[in-house]
């Protein structure tokens, strides 16, 4: 059931109301015990203890976002790109502690590039002779998490700026 | 076996979904084997047809939803801009009667609606004018609850990596877990040909552009809200805007993904 609103500086509606068909009363209601809470919906919003949930969790993601930028700063100091194969793919899990894939694989590429430039190769090899099927894998695995790091980078950022228009108050 | 693109959060189910991606019902089966992702990580689950040229069709086809997503997501500052620029400002505005402007259920309409509960919100009506079954505020009380929602899914998705998977006709052919900042594992299985793997490339590429569109969508709502704002009287404007925002970016993201299911079933069909 809709409220009335406020619609000034509005053409007002014609009061259709006045037109109606006149209604029989319906017979006076026999009283009826006043219960303890009357029927309003409580949705939570505006009563003074979550009136600023939103804002909470808005915050709190700023917050989450602001330590997540800074590791991910110092994150991207760094790129760190493996190229396992295995044989029983589905018994490889992993391991956050050490941060690898473990399980039955087998490591057969690494790239570690530093922002200085500094780069830490390790090439397949197969009986003594570069793999380059692998290594080619690898290198496409290598040039995807540049472009992934620069895509996800981009948008954090513009999300971090996005924040700060809504918790800045306007002028 | 058609293709299904699936994310699935743990304990939850996904909100704001774009592109070819359904959700998932949590725990997810991770295939062949007893391996699991960390049971905070998102998956992200590719599941191709045998036929490797309806494999690639069917990538195909979700590398353009994704772009079409991205594209009009990238539209909605302008849109929103014209919007403000000719809407009514000011205290004693209604936006519902904006809203009669457009035709009903477009997401201008909602977003004006939402506006409206908004506007009300902030001159100061309380919670207990609002009765059972007054549809506008329960509207706007369900978007609200819908960003919340996004939001905490993105927070949690932002502090762990995520798992990308790619199975074909069941037989999981790699998986890889990469983190925000592109750091990457890709476990393959012995012995893939090369369209194989280019099917795993390309899945996870589709992910990964659709993690970063989610992030976008976020900074597109805030951004969004920012500016009906300017509609409103208040500094609290911005956040009480905020499921408006969220209604007309989702809504305009629901209407590509209808048009591209339909699409997709024309194609089929």
Known sequence: MSKPRPTADIPAMPDFSKDETPVPSAPEPAPVPQAESAPVANYGWFDAESQGKLADSTQNFIQKLGSFLSKALDDALTLDVRTYVSEDIGSVTYDKEKSELVGSVQLRAMTYVKIDGDTLVCVPETDGELDTAVWAVHMDMVNQARESRAELMKAIVSTAGSLASVFTPKS | ???????????????????????????????????????????????????????????????????????????????????????????????????????????????FSLLEQARQLEQGRGVESYAIGDAAYAAWEQARIQFETFTGQLQREVMHFAWVETNVAGHLLARTTVGWSGDSDTVWLVDLDAQQIALHRRSLQVAVKTRALRMRMFSTVTGGAAKLSMLLTTPAGALLALPAAWKYVTEILALIKTHQNLTQGETHG
């Open chain 2, 1 to 111: 076996m058609p293709a299904i693109f699936e994310l699935t959060l743990p304990e939850e189910e996904p909100i704001g979904l774009v592109g070819p991606w359904e959700s998932q019902a949590a725990p997810v089966s991770y295939a062949l084997g007893e391996a699991e992702a960390d049971p905070a990580a998102p998956v992200w689950k590719v599941s191709l047809p045998a036929d490797p040229f309806e494999a690639e069709q069917a990538l195909a086809q979700a590398e353009a939803q994704v772009a079409e997503a991205e594209s009009a997501l990238a539209t909605v500052p302008a849109r929103l801009d014209a919007l403000t620029a000719s809407a009514p400002r000011g205290a004693a505005v209604s936006f519902e009667v904006v809203s009669y402007g457009f035709e009903a259920e477009t997401p201008e309409a909602e977003m």
